[in-house]
């Protein structure tokens, strides 16, 4: 088979299952604590407003973005981004993912070492989520062992 090795099988596997069962954790999670409303009633984004305020983060905005789960805190321009199902909605894991990414921006504020190296790798990584399958699809094509390397 074309670029076949049981070696690969034998260390991405179990790689891969271990990536699935995280990422059903975190959606089943997720999906069972977002039908449950919090006690206070608030949106996820009045949840991020008031620690916001409370924590004493002046500088820090809140900001609704596109996408499911998609929520960061970007401490190049100090603002935290919710995804819609999260900025609007009254339920404990919205109020629980706002506190999250309050905590990074409170991690920000205290000049956490691991923020300001997750900060700096950020920009490298998006680039190699983007371009990699591409190259690694092309190189298997065009059978180039290299390039496909490359994209892995």
Same mark, same amino acid.
């Given at each position: 088979?074309?670029?076949? @090795?049981? %070696?690969?099988?034998?260390?991405?596997? +179990?790689?891969?299952?271990?990536?699935?069962?995280? !990422?059903?954790?975190?959606?089943?999670?997720?999906?069972?604590?977002? =039908?449950?409303? /919090?006690? /206070?009633?608030? $949106?996820?984004?009045?949840?991020?407003? =008031?620690?916001?305020? =409370?924590?004493?983060? %002046?500088?820090? $905005?809140?900001? !609704?973005? !596109?996408? @499911?789960?998609?929520?960061?805190?970007? +401490?190049?321009?100090?603002?935290? =981004?919710?995804?819609?199902?999260?900025?609007?909605?009254?339920?404990?894991?919205?109020?629980a993912i706002a506190a999250?990414?309050?905590?990074?921006?409170m991690q920000d504020r205290?000049?956490?070492? +691991?923020?300001?190296?997750?900060?700096?790798?950020?920009?490298?990584? /998006?680039? #190699? %989520?983007?371009?990699?399958?591409?190259?690694?699809?092309?190189?298997?094509?065009?059978?180039? $062992? #290299?390039?496909?390397?490359?994209?892995?």
């Amino acid at each position: 088979m074309f670029f076949y @090795n049981t %070696s690969y099988l034998i260390f991405m596997l +179990p790689a891969f299952i271990i990536m699935g069962l995280a !990422q059903w954790y975190v959606s089943s999670s997720y999906s069972k604590w977002s =039908r449950i409303p /919090n006690k /206070n009633g608030l $949106t996820g984004a009045e949840v991020a407003k =008031r620690l916001v305020e =409370r924590g004493g983060l %002046s500088g820090v $905005t809140v900001e !609704q973005v !596109q996408g @499911n789960l998609s929520d960061h805190y970007d +401490p190049r321009g100090k603002v935290l =981004r919710l995804s819609a199902g999260v900025a609007q909605s009254a339920s404990v894991a919205a109020a629980a993912i706002a506190a999250h990414e309050l905590g990074h921006a409170m991690q920000d504020r205290e000049d956490y070492f +691991p923020l300001r190296l997750r900060a700096a790798l950020v920009p490298a990584v /998006n680039i #190699g %989520s983007f371009a990699g399958w591409i190259l690694l699809m092309l190189g298997i094509f065009l059978q180039m $062992t #290299g390039l496909a390397w490359l994209g892995v």
